[in-house]
């Protein structure tokens, strides 16, 4: 047996074979020199490429259906286009690696198939991109993640919320990571799954390897790879003692949430997806409190069409009911990153395009999600809110926007409900200015993570950092209370929907400052009703 310990970001114990998330390369390959060596690598790379795509596209015909399939189809026949393949082996006679002329002249026709001027030659471009980044995997051995049968531990040097969303959630028993933080997306979708995990890890993906069976306690923050026989019935104990505990709060379900001195919250869930919503409502949340609606974003090769969105915003809506549902308006950028929107590199990329900002700069991309929300209103109880507000004329000009959706409804005969329009704060600017907001708003929700980062100056991403990650300094706390006054004293409702909301040390101080809304994931609204309802706050 070996052990060792990671910071824990969700509790639980979590038994079971374990799996390495390996990241494809990043360094670019050098050519040999010899363009004959490099042309016979790419010659061997275009074989496997078809024979993966020809197992993609019979795997795809009957899962997914004739039509998707197609999608893989026309990327069988892109390997064949003499052009590309001629533009390939001009690159690699003038010096260029295979790997490195497939995917720039992949690029390059991608270009000039997005600048055509019809819409079924512009959704091609990602389809090249897509063909050639295959070729140019396997020609540098990026084999990509293996998924096995079953459930399994996953352990990752770190993990994307762009490859979190690709991962089949149901059979993760509990996410290690090297690296990470505790307010990074894998905690937080760790939390969400309800799921033992732990970041910072000190394990190795060779002592990973090398095991059979790998242990999570997710309540020390310890991993045991092979655990002995010992160690393995004190696990399955806690494992009981856990499952003991959860049916003891069962005496809370279908419960009002109601302080001992009568102060009524709303105990709210965070949720990323349609399916989400399901487990929020069987977790008893009443109501979500955040939708990160950029999780519809992730994971796919094109914007979601206004079809989608209003599909999934309806989903929500019909599920959660009378309950009301806060919709959070793209949050894309920083650590949540797309590459069809085309965005370029940033240098600090956290105080950079980013949530609102790109809304406000990019209408088409604004525009289908507030129609989807309108929408969808006539199904529910939905209200929205903007990430990433620092200034009043942002509000101002979203809701400017939402109007204009609304006269475009309405003149289309399209019906819909009004929507509730909130603001999230999450910087230090929208808290110093939650008296003039609060004029502007029909309610706050805190995102604590982001105001915690940018208050304190502090990357919520970095693992360095941790000990100064302080969601509990004094500065913050100001602000929170500030936040707090800024909305009763205007009469709108705060809430909170950052990590620290599902907090037991801050939950009654909460209460105090006059947060009358806290959102969390699914699986903490029980024990968080038990302590709401024995306070005497
Ligand atoms: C936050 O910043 O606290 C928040 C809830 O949003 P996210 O974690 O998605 O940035
Ligand atoms: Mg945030």
Same mark, same amino acid.
């Given at each position: 047996m070996k052990k060792g310990v990671g910071l824990p970001v969700f509790s639980g114990v979590a038994i079971g074979p374990a799996v390495v998330y390996r990241k494809a390369q990043r360094t670019l390959p050098v050519s040999s020199g010899d363009p004959a060596v490099e042309k016979a690598k790419f010659e061997s790379a275009l074989e496997v490429a078809r024979q993966q795509l020809t197992e993609l596209f019979e795997k795809a015909k009957v899962e997914i259906g004739e039509e998707q399939a197609a999608i893989v189809e026309v990327q069988l026949l892109m390997l064949e286009d003499l052009d590309y393949l001629d533009g390939v082996n001009l690159a690699i006679e003038g010096g260029a690696s295979a790997a490195m002329a497939a995917l720039d002249t992949g690029e390059d026709f991608a270009q000039v198939f997005a600048a055509m001027d019809d819409a079924y030659m512009n959704a091609r471009s990602a389809d090249i991109r897509d063909m050639s980044r295959r070729i140019y995997d396997i020609i540098c051995g990026n084999t990509g993640f293996q998924l096995p049968e079953g459930s399994f531990l996953l352990v990752a040097e770190d993990l994307a919320p762009s490859e979190t969303i690709q991962l089949p959630r149901e059979r993760i028993l509990a996410f290690v990571t090297r690296q990470g933080s505790s307010s990074s997306h894998t905690a937080i979708l760790a939390r969400t799954l309800n799921i033992p995990s732990l970041v =910072?890890?000190?394990?190795?993906f060779e002592e990973v390897e090398a095991c059979t069976v790998l242990a999570v306690d997710g309540t020390t923050g310890t991993w045991y790879a092979d655990p002995d026989e010992e160690t393995l019935a004190m696990l399955r104990e806690k494992q009981e003692k856990a499952a003991a505990a959860r049916n003891a709060l069962e005496a809370y379900r279908g419960k009002e949430s109601v302080t001992r001195s009568g102060k009524k919250v709303l105990l709210v869930a965070n949720i990323g997806c349609p399916e989400d919503a399901v487990d929020a409502l069987k977790a008893d949340a009443?109501?979500?409190?955040?939708?990160?609606?950029?999780f519809l974003y992730l994971g796919r090769k094109n914007l979601p069409t206004e079809d989608e969105l209003y599909d999934a915003y309806r989903q929500v809506a019909e599920t959660m009911g009378h309950r009301p549902v806060v919709i959070r308006t793209l949050d894309i950028g920083a650590d949540k990153q797309v590459s069809y929107l085309g965005l370029e590199a940033e240098e600090n990329p956290a105080l950079g395009l980013r949530g609102l900002r790109i809304c406000l700069t990019q209408e088409e991309i604004f525009r289908p999600q507030l129609r989807a929300i309108y929408r969808a209103s006539v199904h529910g109880n939905l209200h929205m809110m903007f990430p990433m507000v620092a200034s009043v004329w942002e509000l101002k000009a979203a809701k400017a926007l939402c109007a204009r959706v609304r006269q475009e409804l309405e003149e289309e005969g399209i019906p819909f409900k009004e929507v509730p329009i909130g603001v999230m704060i999450e910087t230090p600017a929208a808290a110093v200015l939650a008296g003039d907001l609060a004029k502007e708003a029909a309610f706050f929700s805190v995102g604590t993570n982001d105001l915690t980062q940018y208050t304190l100056a502090v990357?919520? =991403?970095?693992?360095?950092?941790s000990e100064f990650y302080d969601p509990y300094h004094p500065a913050l706390l100001a602000l929170l209370a500030h936040i707090a006054k800024a909305a009763n004293d205007n009469g709108i409702w705060a809430g909170i929907c950052g990590e620290l909301g599902a907090d037991p040390k801050m939950q009654e101080k909460f209460i105090e400052m006059g947060f009358t809304e806290l959102s969390m994931a699914a699986g903490r609204i029980l024990e968080s009703r038990k302590l709401v309802c024995q306070s005497e706050v």
């Open positions: =910072q890890s000190d394990i190795t009443e109501g979500v409190g955040l939708m990160r609606s950029e990357d919520r =991403q970095n693992a360095k950092l």
